[in-house]
């Protein structure tokens, strides 16, 4: 599973010396994890101290610590300089020299071998005053000599420049706190959360290794961290630190993300129970922990920053009963007892969420020590506060977390604990499942005016995937614990069904109207016998466009919600309420009739759409769909309509691959050219296929095999073949070709791709207008499908 190195060369067989760097047989000889860190570096300490040794005339074999002429040295500084050098790490070096040395020819001969070697590399060479000068006011020079580590030469030039630099970066801490707090917040503003994605920057990423640097050089500044802030973050540290030199060893090259198709051989490699699972979860706590006390160590410097005025200034200011604000940050009284009223704790969390505020440190600490569990029934009032908790949005994350990294959080809801840190192995979801529940929760926000029961909204969402993380089906968990958990809260038995059945059907909308022909009559009427209320229908809808956009930007759009809607419009009129004014008309409409009724060849694109009408025949669909294929357009859904004369009419949603318009006029030229048989749309589609790289980066390590699905109980007039498949250029119409070739009509269709992978669903008849009935005819479609999915 371990690639050759990423960076340096390797030695010529029998030309091995000091003064080159063997990375196979460190690789080879390392241990896992910290003990790969430490054997890389040590590696190439001695490779660069023989390279200044040679450099400075020294014989490079008869000391690892090369003697050298007063007055030069070679330090490593920053990463290099804190002994934690990966495998595809940068070198950041500093060659120091006095005046009195001739220094370029040292450099030229230091940095021309290690370039050579492929090593990505940091080079300067300074004067202790250059040093300290440009130190002075760039913020990246300042922390980088906070950890000045000698490798060879001058040690009273380099431990003299160490001095100086810590008592210039003390001396000028607030200024430097200052600028640091900017720089954190502004990568941050860039950067995702390596707790909750499912590729994260263990670097880079909010909760990754750059933030741990930042808190320590805060802290050289001034004392800002907390005493039990220290060993948290130094364990955290270390254990990211492991993953990232193993992912360097895994992946052969420099690069912090650690992505799905590595996650295996790291987790292999570290020896983590669990494997992937249980790699992604040690680095999901890790980062939360880092982030979390990253958070709380900005906060308390930003207060700090501010001075005198960051205070409220006189009293505390009462928010209610156990509760008040100071200096800006919700406390609880001394009157406070969180043992005899547990739901205080969630209080505490909605007062600072609402007030865009945190709960003090030693009034958290105290919840930690006081809060009782929930139990069984819930305290009085813990329902309400829960919800008012939820309903304030995004903010509430933020104030979860708190109670989660302290442990309160699993005093309120036991169950929990399995989602908590739970990957999702799957280039789908963005988050784990717990942040997942919790993004979806707050994404009720702006919806809770669209039902009449707000409160079961922000429940059924932070709820609807809690059976995640446990044996069986997640769905079928999930309601077995939902049954428990709400009676619990206090819910009587219609809402606890209420809630019961959000789980049960929190994918129906989605699913149906993505795979479903909306136009069929017998669509809306089996959801509708489904949903059985316009009450749960709302709720569904809710909860369906919050956790769609919780799951990653793959799952919701414009076209997607438009289906949605429709599909909610039309099952509402089946459940009895009347048709809003702005319903979507139905398939064909007046104008499509008339232009079948023309009997002549019109192809037409506008927006995101392209109308096709033609002579009907077998494999029409294919070199429509092999023709958006060759331009990059993915089809999102296939309606067609044929006349009793023979001719077809075909509309095709599609997508475009960036934000560019669509150049219809070349996607015409290029349709007419393929329906009158005068372009080679295979040849050109397995060239373009040859040399096409994916747009979709998340590949997951475990492939599923490609799946064809029979319902024949969708439609009255139709089966529906769904597809299932991994994603690929040309695949719609692969498929097209083995339908065509079985003489199936396709009537509609609709794509939907769920990150690496596809699912296409085909309302197809054979070709005497009927049903696919027949066993062995569905065998022979099933065995002609997946024979073109394999070949392709």
Known sequence: MRSPSPTPSLAPPGRADATTFDAEAVLAGAGPGLALVDAWTRAVDRWVAALFARAV????????????????????????????????????????????????????????????????????????????????????TATSLLDVRLLAGDAVLAEGLAREAAAQWEKRGKRWLAKLADSVDERHSRADEVAFLLEPDLKMG??????????????????????????????????????????????????????????????????????????MALVADRGRTIAWRSDETWHRVRAMLAGPGWSMGGRPRAIEPGLELRDREVHLTAEADPEADPPIALRAAAAAARLGTRIDRGSLERLARETAPFGDPWPEGGREALVALLSTGPPAIGQIESLDQLGVWLRVLPEWG?????????????????????????????????????????????LHDIGKGRPGDHTDVGMDLVRAIAPRMGLDEVDTETLVDMVRHHLLLPDVATRRDLDDPAT?????????????????????????????????????????????????????????????PPFPSAEHRDLLARREQVIRGED?????????????????????????????????????????????????????????????????????????????LADRVRSH????????????????????????????????????????????RAMAEMDLDVRSAKVQTLGDRVVDAFYVRDAEGAKLTDDAHLAEVRRAILHTLDAG
């Open 57 to 140: 005339g020294s014989d490079p074999a008869t000391s690892a610590v090369a003697p050298a002429p007063s007055g030069v040295a070679l330090v490593a500084i920053g990463g290099y300089g804190r002994n934690q050098v990966c495998p595809g790490s940068d070198l950041d070096l500093l060659l120091l020299h006095s005046r009195a040395i001739e220094v370029k020819p040292i450099a030229e001969a230091l940095w021309y071998p290690i370039w050579d070697a492929g090593v990505k590399l940091g080079h300067s060479v300074r004067t202790p005053k250059e040093a300290l000068s440009l130190a002075s006011d760039d913020l990246d």
């Open 206 to 279: 909010r909760g990754g290794l750059r933030d741990v640097h930042a808190v320590r050089w805060a802290e050289r500044a001034r004392q800002v961290l907390l005493d039990d802030d220290h060993a948290p973050i130094d364990a955290a540290e270390l254990d990211l630190l492991a993953v990232r030199a193993e992912l360097h060893r895994a992946t052969g090259r420099a690069g912090d993300v650690l992505t799905l198709d590595q996650q295996d051989a790291v987790a292999e490699a570290l020896a983590v129970e669990g494997g992937a699972d249980g790699l």
């Open 418 to 462: 399995p989602v908590r840190n739970r990957p999702q192995r799957n280039a789908y979801h963005r988050f784990t499942v717990d942040r997942h529940l919790l993004e979806a929760s707050a994404g009720t926000h702006e919806l809770l005016d669209t039902v009449d029961r707000p409160d079961l909204l922000v429940l059924g969402a932070l």
């Open 524 to 584: 809306a009427s089996r959801v509708a016998e489904q949903v059985g209320s316009l009450r749960t229908l709302r709720l569904l809808h809710g909860l369906t466009v919050a956790d769609s956009r919780a799951t990653g930007p793959a799952a919701w759009g414009s076209w997607k919600a438009g289906l949605v809607a429709t599909l909610v419009e039309r099952t509402a009129v089946a459940l009895g309420a009347e048709p809003g004014p702005d319903a979507a």
């Open 608 to 684: 995101e759409v392209v109308t096709v009408v033609a002579p009907d025949r077998p494999g029409l669909l294919r070199r429509v769909a092999g023709v958006m294929a060759l331009h990059g357009l993915d089809v999102l859904s296939v309606e067609a309509v044929s006349s009793d004369d023979g001719w077809a009419l075909e509309r095709v949603t599609v997508a475009p691959p960036g934000d560019e318009p669509i150049a219809w006029p070349k996607v015409v030229a290029d349709l007419e050219a393929g329906l009158a048989g005068r372009l080679a749309i295979r040849a050109r």
């Open 693 to 736: 790289r994916p747009r979709n980066r998340l590949r997951s390590a475990r492939v599923d095999p490609p799946e064809v699905r029979v319902d024949n109980s969708a439609s009255r007039e139709a089966t529906v073949l769904e597809v299932h498949a991994p994603d690929a250029m040309g695949l719609l119409e692969r498929i097209c």
